[in-house]
């Protein structure tokens, strides 16, 4: 997801969206504040990102590696990773 349109979401619906999805199942999430979403190289337009990052993506779920912009998602590290977004917009909007 872009920045523009991450920050631009209603952030604590979008927050219940998240951790109510966990309890339903485990999932990689690849929105938040990154090197990816901050640049607008990896964007056709904010809605629809280039195929490199579709294959990052897929390299990702498929080595299972996590890093800043592929997160695994459980029951159990939601809470911690909707936090990290939080401090994250903070300091974004400090910058």
């Known amino acids: 997801m872009h920045i523009t349109i991450f920050l631009r ?3 604590e619906a979008y927050y219940n969206f998240l951790k109510g999805l966990s309890n339903l199942t485990s999932y990689w999430d690849f929105s938040g504040i990154n090197e990816i979403t901050t640049d607008n190289f990896y964007y056709y337009e904010t809605s629809h990102f280039r195929t490199i990052i579709g ?7 498929l080595e299972g590696k996590q890093d800043d912009f592929g997160q695994w998602i459980t029951p159990q ?3 911690e990773k909707i936090e990290q977004k939080r401090v ?8």
Do not use: A, F
Request: net charge negative; glycine share 0%; aromatic share 4%.
């Open 55 to 61: 294959d990052r993506m897929m390299d990702i779920v």
């Open 9 to 11: 979401q209603d952030q």
């Open 77 to 79: 590290n939601i809470d």
């Open 88 to 95: 994250e917009i903070t300091q974004y909007q400090k910058e």
